[in-house]
């Protein structure tokens, strides 16, 4: 009997062994799959795991990932269409590129492995240009800014980050640049750390954390739209801009991106794309500090 | 695969692993209590808690670890029920667990023959000790495997304990993958501290059930 466990045990530990072998060897292919494609030119395209302008124009479909929870820049209204500002753009890039749109759903977390898999053509989500991120994606022109601010009940209003006791939990979403930025900075301050917005909100409701970290753009809309609330700092750190994103080495569409946003700047198609979905949210106060046009 | 990016996230998984761990005993633990009770009132068939207990079972497998979680997690303060999330996991963990332990017990019960039961009735043992000295210790027996498999089942669930900000292994993996996107060296990671949590389970598993292979005859 006991040599039957013995047996068992080395049998698993075999697997195991197997397993981490395996692995890493899946690893180093997929290393050697990156260099191969950085080296090909567009005749392989398919193995660049991602589709080229004139791959997805003849497709007659390109897939956005947009927020389906993150109102008003891209969420799904009560009639279950896609909807806010991210998606406006969207709709527009889509009719002018003459290709039907298939919305994808992300988090923010998800935002680069979406892009680096091939599983959309364009990042429209909110997506905060950073270097780090720059380094996995490629980041088209900006169009909006964005800082970071962070929301508080009013009755305790945060004014500081310095305010924040040691066992206060500050909320932030996974994957977004307020977690990174507080991770950097103020590896102290305890993070409740969600994945999706609509969680994070529903817990900040029910007073799970001290305060909430993320783009003030959001923090600001929190505040206006739930009583009782209040930014108590509207900036923290650098200002951002906010930028569609596609996939690393991805030209053509890159560039097909930027002279859309170009020829959109002339027209001021941000602005009318503020006082149609952001307006009712911020007022007209905020139109020129958020909205970037491309000249 | 960046060896140093491997090693600068082991803290990271460990902390989480520990905490996988932690949320998970104390609900195993729980999941064993409702269980053991939940089974002894089902074989006893004793009045309305049978009904209780029977739409509890039904209620927990029927809809998935992560509906409870939320309902617990984001429902109850509304109404004024406020619990840590720590709580929370075990809660959900304890609560999904028993519904299968129960029927887990039930069938170790239903499977000791019921000659058993009228022998030890008519030498003279109540009702209690025949449960507790004959049914008990062969039904705990024969249930073994499908314990351990709920135990190992209960503790792949602690993976969507994200939804409520607890930093478990998946979390941490899907977490550090948002900030600095490596994909490779988190998934791998994920996979192998996975193994170094349920590989010991699976093996300590493998030689309680032969300690425990009594009840048979004849093996």
């Given at each position: ?54 791959e ?69 989500a ?86 909430w ?22 900036s ?21 991106i ?38 | ?41 089902t ?48 809660l ?7 519904a ?11 499977s ?7 022998s ?24 073994v ?75």
């Open positions: 009997m006991r040599k039957n466990i013995i047996n068992k045990i080395t049998g698993l530990t075999l697997i195991l062994a197997l397993a981490v072998v395996g692995l890493a060897g899946c690893g180093s292919t997929d290393k050697a799959a990156e260099q191969g494609s950085g080296e090909a030119t567009s005749a392989e395209s398919s193995s660049q795991g991602f589709r080229t302008l004139d997805i124009k003849k497709s007659g479909t390109i897939n956005i990932g947009v927020f389906s929870d993150k109102s008003p820049f891209g969420y799904v209204d009560e009639n279950g269409e896609y909807a806010g500002y991210d998606v406006y753009l969207a709709e527009r890039l889509g009719k002018d590129l003459g290709v039907e749109i298939n919305y994808v759903s992300t988090e923010a977390a998800n935002r680069i492995e979406y892009l680096q898999t091939g599983k959309v053509d364009i990042i429209l909110n997506f905060t240009v950073t270097e780090e991120r720059a380094q996995e994606v490629d980041f088209a022109l900006p169009y909006m800014n964005v800082a970071l601010g962070v929301v508080s009940p009013k009755d305790e209003v945060v004014k500081s980050l310095d305010d924040i006791g040691e066992d206060d939990q500050v909320i932030v979403i996974s994957g977004t640049t307020a977690e990174t930025y507080l991770t950097k900075n103020y590896p102290d301050i305890k993070l409740q750390k969600y994945d999706a917005y609509a969680e994070a909100k529903s817990a900040f409701e029910n007073g799970n954390g001290v305060a970290a993320n783009d003030n753009t959001e923090v600001i809309a929190f505040a206006i739209e739930n009583e009782g609330y209040e930014v108590g700092i509207p923290l750190g650098d200002q951002d801009t906010i930028a569609p994103a596609v996939t690393k080495g991805n030209e053509t569409l890159l560039n097909w930027n002279d859309e946003l170009k020829t959109l700047g002339k027209e001021q198609f941000f602005h009318a794309d503020y006082e149609k979905t952001l307006l009712d949210t911020y007022g007209a106060d905020y139109e020129e500090t958020l909205v970037v046009e491309q000249q | 695969m960046d060896k140093e990016t491997l090693v600068s996230y082991i803290p990271l998984y460990r902390d989480a692993l520990l905490l996988t761990l932690k949320i998970g005993w104390q609900g195993i633990l729980f999941s064993f209590v409702i269980g053991l009770i939940g089974a002894a009132i074989h006893f068939k004793v009045k309305v808690l049978k009904t209780i207990v029977g739409i509890y079972i039904e209620l927990f497998r029927n809809t998935p670890l992560l509906v409870q979680l939320f309902f617990i997690y984001f429902a109850l303060p509304k109404v004024g029920v406020k619990i840590t999330a720590e709580a929370c996991g075990v959900g963990l304890g609560l999904l667990g028993g299968y332990m129960i029927e887990t017990f039930r069938s170790g019960l239903e000791i023959p019921i000659i058993q039961t009228e030890s009735y008519s030498l003279g043992m109540s009702k209690l000790q025949t449960f507790w000295y004959i049914i008990l210790p062969q039904a705990v027996s024969i249930s495997p499908g314990l351990l498999a709920n135990v190992i089942f209960l503790l792949k669930e602690t993976s969507v304990f994200s939804t409520i900000s607890l930093m478990d292994l998946m979390f941490t993996a899907k977490d550090l993958i948002g900030m600095y996107a490596k994909t490779i060296e988190c998934l791998f990671l994920l996979v192998v501290f996975y193994l170094i949590m349920l590989l010991p389970v699976s093996i300590i598993g493998a030689l309680i059930e032969r300690r425990l292979r009594y009840a048979g005859f004849g093996d």
